[in-house]
């Protein structure tokens, strides 16, 4: 593993902005963006170091943009496969996934990424 490397910290979107009942139902995009931005303002707290934000949105959320510090992965199916995807595509790194998804965080782990839950990037 390349400890000098940027964490690898990748957001499952859609479980994310899903955790709290604000509204985001009636706008699945600008909830996604609304993400995006404050991950650029606030990166993941408790973590120090260099870090490399992945914003991973599926279904309505697609289409939404990278900003300067996260970029935006959009799936082009199961946002999970395609976050499952992002961690197997980068075994020398320090990975974090982002998400309540338990079966996610099954899979991920299996392929030795940590996990944390949308508490790490929410209000």
Known sequence: MDDNAALLVIVDA???????PDGWWRDRRGAAERLR???AVDGLRGHEGVQEIVLVVEGAARGV???????????SGSGDDRIVELVAGAPERSR????ADRELRRR????GAEVTGPRAVRD
């Open 14 to 20: 859609a479980n994310v902005v899903g955790s709290v």
């Open 96 to 99: 974090l996934v982002v998400t």
């Open 37 to 39: 931005d404050r991950l």
């Open 108 to 111: 991920v782990t299996e392929l």
């Open 65 to 75: 943009e990278p900003v300067p510090g996260v970029r935006v992965e959009a799936a």
